[in-house]
C-alpha cells in the first residue's frame, strides 16, 4: 500500500501519513488509485522487495532540516541574461583558448607553422585527436576555397568549421506527444546527475509542464534526500523508498504518473562506473522494467557528463550508449573547467543530441544547448 504526504504550511512539522484515496484523484497530492493495488506485474525483472519493505512514498512539501539543501542562486546571478550566464561560465575555457588564438589570429601569413600552432591550441583546449584533425583538414579547405591569405581571416573559417561539426548535436528534446514522457537519467557519481533532474524540473515546470520525480538512485549515500530536497523546492512530486530497488522505485513512479495525469517523469538512478559490468547490467535492468511499466517508455535516455573529466567523457559516452541506447546528453560544470572543448570531441566520436548544458549552481544554469551562442561565447 502507498502513503503519501500532503503538502505542509510552514513552520515544517512531521508529516502525517494519510489514507488513501478511494479512487484516482485529479490532485497531485493525493494517493492514485492504480498505487494501491497490491501487487504490480511487471515488476518481476527487478529484485524482488520483502513484504514489509517500505513503500514509495510522496515527499512533504517543506524542507526537512536533514534534508540536504538545493543550492541557492547567488544575487548576482538572477540580473544576467543566460548569454551573459553562457559566457561567464565558458570564462575558463575561453581564456585558455582566446588567449592563444588571439596570437595566432592578429596578422600575417598562413602557413604551416600557422596550422601547427593552432593544432597545439586546438588540443589543448580538449578538443581531442579526432576533432582536431577533421577541424584542421576543414579549415585547410576552406582557406584554399576562399583564398585567404592572412591568418587574421583565419578566425572565421575555424568558426564556421565548428559549427559545422558541433551544430548537429543541436537537437531540441521534444516531450510532445507522449504522456507521462519518461526520460531516464544516467551517469557516475559526482556528474551531477540528481542536480540535473532537480533543474530540469524547474526548466519544464516552467514551461507549463506536471513533473513527477523517481528517487531511483538507491545506493548512493544523501542521494534520495538530495532529490526529495529538489522536489521541495520546486514542489514537485518524488516517489521515493527507505530503500530497495531502483528499478523498483522506477516502476512504482511511472504507474503513479499514469494514474495522475502528469506530463513528465524524471528517473534518478544509481551511479556507475562504465567499467563496472555487473552495475551496467542493473542500470540495463532498469531500463527493462520501466518498459514494462509503459511500453514506449523510456523515451529519452540521457547520459548526464562532468566537463571537468575531458576526453573521458567520450569513454563513458560510448559505454552507456553501447549498453542503453542514449538518446541524448547532458554536460555540467563547464562553468568550473578549462575543457569546454570536448563538446567538439563528443561530436565527432559519437554524435548523439546533446540537450542540455549546464555553466553554474544556479537553479536556471541548465539550458538546452545551442551550438552558434556556445561558439560565440567560447571565442569573445
Sequence with gaps: MFSFFKKKTPPAATPQIETPAPAAPETRHETPEAAQAPALPGREDAAAAPADAPAPYEAPAAAPAESAPAPA?????????????????????????????????????????????????????????????????????RVSLKGLKDSSELKGALKDSLQQLIGPLEVPLNVEGRKPFVIMMTGVNGAGKTTSIGKLAKYYQSQGKSVLLA??????????EQLIA?????????????????????????????????????????????????????????????QKALPDAPHEVVLVLDANIGQNTVSQVKAFDDALGLTGLIL???????????????????????????VGESIDDLRPFDSRDYIDALFE
Excluded at 553562457?86 to 589570429?105: E, W, Y
Excluded at 528517487?215 to 534520495?224: I, K, L, S, V, Y
Excluded at 523546492?233 to 511511472?254: E, F, H, K, L, P
Design 230 to 290: 529538489w522536489g521541495e523546492r520546486n514542489n514537485v512530486t518524488v516517489i521515493a523508498q527507505q530503500g530497495g530497488d531502483s528499478a523498483a522505485v522506477c516502476y512504482d513512479a511511472i504507474q503513479a504518473a499514469v494514474a495522475r495525469g502528469i506530463d513528465i517523469v524524471l528517473a534518478d538512478t544509481a551511479g556507475r562506473l562504465p567499467t563496472q559490468l555487473h552495475l551496467m547490467e542493473e542500470i540495463k535492468k532498469v531500463k527493462r522494467v520501466i
Design 73 to 141: 542562486e547567488p544575487t548576482s546571478l538572477k540580473k544576467m541574461s543566460w548569454t551573459d550566464r553562457l559566457k561567464a561560465g565558458l570564462a575558463k575555457t575561453r581564456d585558455k583558448l582566446g588567449k592563444q588564438l588571439a596570437g595566432l589570429f592578429g596578422g600575417g601569413k598562413i602557413d604551416e607553422d600557422l596550422y601547427e600552432e593552432l593544432e597545439t591550441v586546438l588540443l589543448t583546449a580538449d578538443i581531442g585527436i579526432d576533432a582536431t584533425s577533421h577541424l584542421l583538414k576543414d579549415v585547410r579547405e
Design 332 to 358: 555540467t560544470k563547464l562553468d568550473g573547467t578549462a575543457k569546454g572543448g570536448v563538446i567538439a570531441a563528443i561530436a565527432k566520436q559519437r554524435p548523439i543530441p546533446l540537450r542540455f548544458i549546464g
Design 215 to 224: 528517487a531511483g538512485d538507491t545506493f548512493r549515500a544523501a542521494a534520495r
